[in-house]
């Protein structure tokens, strides 16, 4: 499941491990929080660090104008948008991959809990800025 080629690999593979626990034990059916709070707990005895209905600003041309909650910022790097739903369709990896572009993150994680097996996609954000680039392009 590690590539290491991939950003955060490891990261994204411990995320996903808790995840298949929670499906492992509640199966699918139930409500989306349902799943938040269970991988919450999942994510704390993995040791992981993370906030949970992360709030963040939403720009337009530098001028915020709204916010949206990631289900999860885990190590203040990945995003990890949850859905409990019979099929993933296209419009919910555009959501997601609009959420990484919009708080400039690197790699995402949409898992989904509402089908027979769990469903996950690993997102990466074509239009990722590291802090560095803006550094080189100041100086």
């Known amino acids: 499941m590690i590539k290491e080629e991939y950003k955060y690999s490891q990261l994204t593979a411990k995320i996903i491990g808790c995840a298949i626990n929670v499906h492992k034990i509640l199966g699918n059916g139930f409500q989306e929080v349902i799943y938040q709070r269970a991988l919450e707990i999942e994510m704390n005895m993995a040791g992981l660090s993370f ?19 990631v289900d999860f910022l885990v190590e203040g790097v990945v995003s990890v ?6 099929k993933l369709e296209d419009v919910h990896f ?5 959420y990484l572009e919009a708080y400039n993150l690197e790699v ?5 809990f509402g089908e027979m097996s769990l ?4 997102l990466s954000n074509k239009k ?9 392009n100041k100086s």
């Open 108 to 112: 995402g994680l949409l898992i989904n």
């Open 119 to 122: 469903k996950f996609k690993r």
């Open 94 to 98: 555009a959501q997601a991959i609009n």
């Open 51 to 69: 906030s949970r209905e992360f709030e963040m600003p939403i720009y337009y041309y530098g001028t915020e104008i709204g916010t949206r909650r």
């Open 81 to 86: 948008e949850l859905k409990a739903i019979t």
């Open 128 to 136: 990722f800025k590291s802090h560095e680039s803006d550094k080189s």
